[in-house]
């Protein structure tokens, strides 16, 4: 988007899946949507947007609920609240999304790993994702031209010379209605899975179930309310899934997860969530 080359030629909506399709990212010119917001950004113009949730014979909108892995930022949750929305928090791992799908309880999940999918298909679907922004894309531009004429700047049947909407606009309108979400996540392989499984387990008596005044005195200064371990019963089949991760509570509402994943081999990775949330929109450029 900075070359003057291609200045006046930059795609509204540029997308990538990975090989087998089911992943997903998302991009316009000089815009990045992370996986977070894409998700709730989704959640939130489904509704409109996607005929598979809209009643043929009522033309009511049909979201069963949404689901986010704990990980992933809290923009979801947001979009559910206002729209009423259940929204389950479950461990990473795609068969807890599984489950509540087939228990009709769950249309829209995802993950921070760039995953998105519904209940048109099981399984995540990158493809689906795509398509689904280029509705929203599509959707919205509509509503413009139809404004446009309204306002006179543009006569009925002109609708083509009518701007698109433009994949910032749709993220720049959606923090300006919900804030945003600043969000980063470092890996550190360690090659040794039990040093892992030490650092990890001996992060938790330091912190986990301590009063906001117990942490202020051993970290001062550190703006934490509190820690907890989060442990997963499965509300479909009632299984347990504990020790899913710690996470770290702040005042301001920002929080850090941190979880062990031994996805690395015969090693492990450890894996640190931070995300922050801001609604000062002077700050929702900032890197």
């Not at 986010?68 to 009423?84: C, E, F, M, N, W």
């Not at 998105?116 to 413009?144: F, P, Q």
């Not at 499984?197 to 005044?213: C, Q, S």
Request: with cysteine.
């Amino acid at each position: 988007g900075d070359n003057p080359k291609y200045k006046d030629n930059i795609p509204v909506l540029g997308a990538a899946c990975d090989g087998d399709g089911d992943r997903n990212m998302i991009l316009g010119a000089h815009t990045f949507v992370n996986p977070a917001d894409s998700l709730a950004i989704i959640a939130e113009n489904a509704g409109d947007c996607v005929p598979y949730f809209i009643d043929p014979v009522t033309k009511k909108v049909h979201i069963k609920g949404v689901a986010r892995s704990s990980p992933t930022a809290g923009a979801l949750d947001i979009v559910a609240h206002k729209k009423g929305l259940h929204c389950f928090e479950t461990p990473t791992g795609w068969k807890f999304f599984g489950n509540l799908m087939d228990a009709d309880q769950l249309s829209i999940c995802g993950e921070e790993s760039f995953g998105t999918g519904c209940d048109v298909i099981r399984e995540k679907d990158g493809l689906w994702s795509v398509l689904t922004w280029m509705s929203i894309i599509a959707h919205k531009t509509n509503l413009l031209a139809a404004k446009n004429i309204s306002e006179g700047k543009i006569k009925k049947g002109e609708e083509q010379s009518s701007p698109l909407v433009t994949v910032s606009d749709i993220v720049h309108e959606y923090w300006h209605r919900n804030g945003r979400f600043f969000i980063q996540r470092h890996d550190y392989d360690v090659a040794d899975k039990n040093v892992g499984h030490d650092f990890y387990e001996g992060l938790k008596p330091k912190i986990v179930g301590k009063t906001t005044e117990e942490i202020e005195k051993a970290y001062p200064s550190c703006g934490i309310k509190s820690a907890d371990v989060f442990d997963y019963t499965d509300p479909i089949d009632h299984s347990i899934s504990l020790n899913q991760g710690v996470r770290i509570y702040f005042l301001d509402g920002s929080r850090v997860v941190v979880r062990l994943s031994g996805t690395a081999g015969s090693g492990a990775t450890i894996r640190v969530y931070f995300e922050k949330y801001s609604k000062d929109e002077t700050k929702f450029d900032s890197d």
